[in-house]
């Protein structure tokens, strides 16, 4: 059996407590993943008493309850607050999801709140997306075509329905760091995330260059990392399927000869 011996400073501490001074009745304990990198201090959970009765429905609301009238030392990414951008992803009562979409009356108990798993944390609930967005830029996200022309690029309305369920993906991470295989094979393995991404271009019809697209992922360890474990479809906040997308770049790689 493995043996893993964590380093001391790798243990998450018991952290600060921000008591309640509104008075109110109607209060929850959010407790939040905190560590600041020009600190020597060792990773910690801070725990904030929060008044439920003046914030907002969603988790985002409760963060930013917290930074503007309570600690606003706390760092996290946020942008558009409508699930559209994907930039506050982080892990909610132990699920990743979009903090502008989930619900904090949705949560039993206490909130807690940390980062997206694997990831190497910036500072507090920020991890660190340049692994994935390297990966993202390999598989070449952009319409490639030979013929130069000022018409528009038709395309049916039966080939563009292929790609719903793809085109919707805003790279938020919530699936590929709720991949184990990626926690494992992470700096190799592209992971649902990026997959999803290179099969959206794959199959665009408009598209000149799909076998060279297929050659690209067809490698043991970019693609076939997937043991189609399925929580990248659980985890991911817009309803998609990124393992049905793995599946189908399987499926072609067979039927083809590269």
Do not use: F
Not at 105 to 130: M, Q
Not at 215 to 223: M, P, S, Y
Not at 235 to 245: E, I, S
């Amino acid at each position: 059996m493995v043996q893993i011996n964590l380093p001391e400073n790798s243990k998450v501490q018991k952290g600060k407590y921000y008591k309640d001074k509104t008075g109110s009745k109607n209060i929850r304990k959010v407790n939040v993943y905190r560590w600041d990198p020009s600190s020597s201090e060792k990773p910690r959970i801070d725990t904030y008493e929060v008044d439920m009765d003046n914030c907002p429905s969603k988790v985002l609301d409760v963060l930013n309850k917290i930074k503007n009238e309570i600690d606003p030392s706390i760092a996290y990414r946020r942008s558009c607050a409508h699930g559209v951008c994907g930039s506050c992803a982080m892990n909610m009562d132990g699920k990743n999801g979009l903090a502008c979409t989930k619900a904090h009356a949705e949560i039993k108990g206490d909130i807690n709140i940390y980062p997206l798993p694997h990831l190497k944390v910036l500072k507090d609930l920020i991890g660190d997306l340049s692994t994935l967005y390297k990966q993202y830029e390999s598989v070449q996200p952009w319409l490639k075509t030979s013929k130069k022309t000022d018409k528009e690029n038709i395309q049916s309305k039966e080939d563009r329905s292929k790609l719903d369920g793809l085109y919707e993906c805003i790279m938020c991470a919530c699936c590929s760091t709720a991949c184990p295989s990626y926690w494992w094979n992470g700096d190799k393995y592209l992971g649902p995330a990026v997959l999803l991404q290179a099969y959206r271009w794959i199959i665009d019809s408009r598209d000149e260059d799909r076998k060279e697209r297929l050659r690209k992922v067809a490698d043991e360890l970019k693609l076939y990392r997937c043991h189609t474990i399925m929580n990248c479809t659980n985890a991911c906040p817009k309803g998609l399927n990124p393992a049905k997308a793995i599946a189908e770049i399987k499926k072609m790689l067979a039927a083809s000869n590269i």
